[in-house]
Structure formats: C-alpha cells, structure tokens
C-alpha cells in the first residue's frame, strides 16, 4: 500500500474519532474518552519511560525529544516536563492541526507534519530522546518500518535514547483483517469516511509486526544497539536503544 493511501486513512480517523483511533478501547468508540484521563495515560506512560531510562543513565542531556507519530500531542506534551523542547511529527493533517489547536499554550511543544517515508525534515544529532508508542505496528509495510527505525538513530544525540514499541508477533488468526479490508475496498468506492467509522464501526488500521531478532539487526545495521527490551504483554515490547 502507498504512503498516500496510509496517510488518507490516518486522516480520515484524526477528523472522525481521533481520540478513539489513538487509544482504541471499545467503551471509549465515538468521542467517549474523557479528556483528563486520556492525557493522564500519557503523562503516566512518560514517568514510567523516563524512570527506566533514569536506571540506564541515558539520555545524558535533556535538550530536546522528538515524538514520532504524535497524533494530537498526548505524548509530546508529557515530555515536556522533562525536556527543553519537544517535537512532535505526524503524517496526519488532522491529527496535527489538532495538537497545535490543544497546544498553543505550551511554548516548548512544536507540531511537524512530516509525509515523507524519512525524517529528512530534522538533521543528525537533533535529539537526546526519540519516542514512540503505538505508531510502527499500523505502518504499511516492514521495510517502511525499518526506514523510519534507520531514521531514529541517525537523528539521535550520540548519548541519545530511542524508545521504541512494536509487536514480536501477531497471531494468524489476527492478521486476516477484514474490517480494514471492507473500509479499504469501500473507502475506494468513495463510501464516506463518517458512515465507515461511525455505522459500519469498521476501520482502516493496520497490524504489523517484527520479530526481536530482526529489530535487533536492523538496529545493529543503523549504528544502534538495543539496551533494554520490556515486554508488555504476550506480544509486545519496548526496545530501549543507543547509538554504538
Ligand atoms: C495510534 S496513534 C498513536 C498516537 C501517539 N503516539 C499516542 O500514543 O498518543 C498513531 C499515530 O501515528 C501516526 N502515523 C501513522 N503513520 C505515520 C507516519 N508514517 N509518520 C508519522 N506519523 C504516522 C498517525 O497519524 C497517528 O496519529
């Protein structure tokens, strides 16, 4: 699948349920997440990052952090209590105009919209801390994964931290899809993205998936190494890496 086709569907959800899209529990479909607490998850997931980053005595310096696929700035805006300036870059039009409409009164927070399979957009040793959550399993394809990953480290300070979270495996019964599938084929139709969401409760999310091993070379391959790996649950993990 294209990047532009990617980046219509994340457009599609930032203009529908943006909320919803980026922390897709069932009770909380059609605008029902309670603002509050849906940065309170961000902010709560951030102190725990920077406590076991604090354990691996990295990042050295606390200059500024970089949020990729930062949706409305749920993330970034927690990273703000712990670094001078923050970044956040999205594919999404949507998602992006909303995190600079929610952030205007956070002078350290900065929104990039970014549709480019690369971060050409920042330049070598722009960032002491490189972040993302739930961003790299909805991405199209592996090698797309692996670019961005490649990325990461080529933009990060040389005593920096990458954070990183993608799932080791997804279960066949998993990987078939076929609400993304209906959306796609009916969204191509030219079906709104409205009734497709909010009717039809269908959704154009994708799952994807690496292995450790293979994170782990593309890693080593980039001028990485992986210094920490957390499992959340039976398929996730976090990898925690530096430059070599
Ligand atoms: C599930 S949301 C997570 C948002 C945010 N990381 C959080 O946890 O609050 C995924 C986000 O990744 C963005 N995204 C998807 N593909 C991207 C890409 N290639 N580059 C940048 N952002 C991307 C989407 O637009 C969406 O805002």
Redesign the pocket.
């Known amino acids: 699948m294209s990047?532009s086709k990617?980046k219509r569907d994340?457009d599609d959800?930032?203009r529908v349920d943006p909320l919803w899209?980026?922390?897709?529990s069932p009770e909380h479909r059609y605008d029902k997440w309670n603002i509050q607490e849906f940065f309170a998850r961000?902010a709560a997931e951030i102190a725990h990052v920077m406590q076991h980053a604090g354990q691996l005595g990295l990042p050295r310096q606390r200059r500024a952090a970089l949020?990729?696929?930062?949706?409305?700035g749920?993330?970034t805006r927690a990273l703000a209590k712990h670094f001078d300036r923050c970044v956040g870059?999205?594919?999404?039009d949507a998602?992006i105009s909303k995190a600079c409409e929610w952030h205007r009164d956070w002078p350290t927070c900065h929104f990039v919209l970014?549709t480019t399979?690369d971060l050409r957009v920042f330049k070598e040793d722009s960032f002491d801390l490189v972040y993302?959550?739930?961003?790299l399993q909805?991405?199209p394809s592996v090698g797309?994964i692996e670019s961005?990953i490649k990325e990461f480290i080529r933009i990060l300070t040389a005593d920096g931290l990458l954070v990183f979270q993608l799932p080791r495996h997804i279960p066949w019964k998993n990987r078939v899809q076929p609400r993304r599938r209906v959306y796609r084929f009916l969204r191509a139709l030219g079906v709104s993205e409205d009734y497709l969401l909010k009717s039809l409760k269908l959704t154009p999310m994708r799952m994807n998936f690496v292995p450790e091993a293979r994170v782990k070379r593309i890693v080593q391959a980039a001028g990485g190494v992986v210094v920490s790996v957390e499992r959340g649950n039976d398929i996730d993990q976090v990898y925690y890496v530096t430059r070599r």
């Open positions: 990047l990617h994340w959800l930032g899209a980026i922390l897709t961000g949020d990729f696929g930062c949706g409305v749920r993330l870059v999205d594919i999404s998602m970014n399979g993302s959550n739930i961003v909805h991405l797309l961005y």
